[in-house]
């Protein structure tokens, strides 16, 4: 029976020591940590290391469920993860326990308010930029694709899916450039 700690910031100038130190004070035997989003599991590698690695009757801990995940789908994929090696979910900051009932429900809670965060700050976002836009200071990234190349190349003859692969790009974004989408 082992602990283990999973600690997670999500750029890379954040720190993650208040978590390691938290996690170690919570008894974690090993402390995993990465500086990566949570808002999706892939990439992830020291989350996946420690749940490959967890055994029955083994106790994996968090300081926040939203270290873990940010979505509902992601947060129970990994309970029931977890859940099905026989190990359980633990938080230092939260009366979380996935052995009890109470602690179960508390997790989906605060699952939903997670999502729900994750999916206002998106909604804060893209309001600024659209107000950037209508202002004229955001004008998003320059294009990566030469429309001039892609014509070029269009009028020698060639296809699609030469010109994709000639220009080492998606062959839908020639259809959508050369219809005048972008």
Do not use: H, W
């Not at 990234?141 to 296809?159: C, E, F, M, N």
């Amino acid at each position: 029976m082992a602990t283990y700690g999973y600690a997670r910031v999500s750029t890379s100038d954040q720190d993650l020591t208040v978590q390691i130190e938290a996690l170690k004070r919570a008894g974690c035997e090993i402390v995993r940590s990465e500086k990566i989003t949570g808002t999706t599991r892939e990439g992830r590698t020291e989350l996946s290391t420690l749940l490959d690695f967890i055994r029955a009757g083994d106790v994996l801990i968090v300081t926040r469920i939203d270290r873990l995940a940010r979505s509902v789908a992601d947060l129970q994929d990994i309970v029931r993860m977890v859940k099905s090696k026989g190990a359980s979910l633990k938080a230092t900051e939260q009366p979380i326990d996935t052995g009890t009932a109470a602690g179960k429900a508390f997790l989906d809670m605060l699952g939903v308010f997670a999502e729900f965060e994750t999916n206002l700050r998106r909604e804060r976002q893209m309001e600024g930029i659209t107000k950037a836009k209508a202002d004229g200071v955001y004008k998003g990234r320059k294009p990566s694709i030469d429309v001039g190349q892609i014509q070029a190349l269009k009028a020698q003859g060639l296809g699609a899916s030469e010109i994709a692969k000639r220009l080492r790009i998606g062959r839908a974004s020639v259809y959508r450039l050369l219809r005048g989408e972008e």
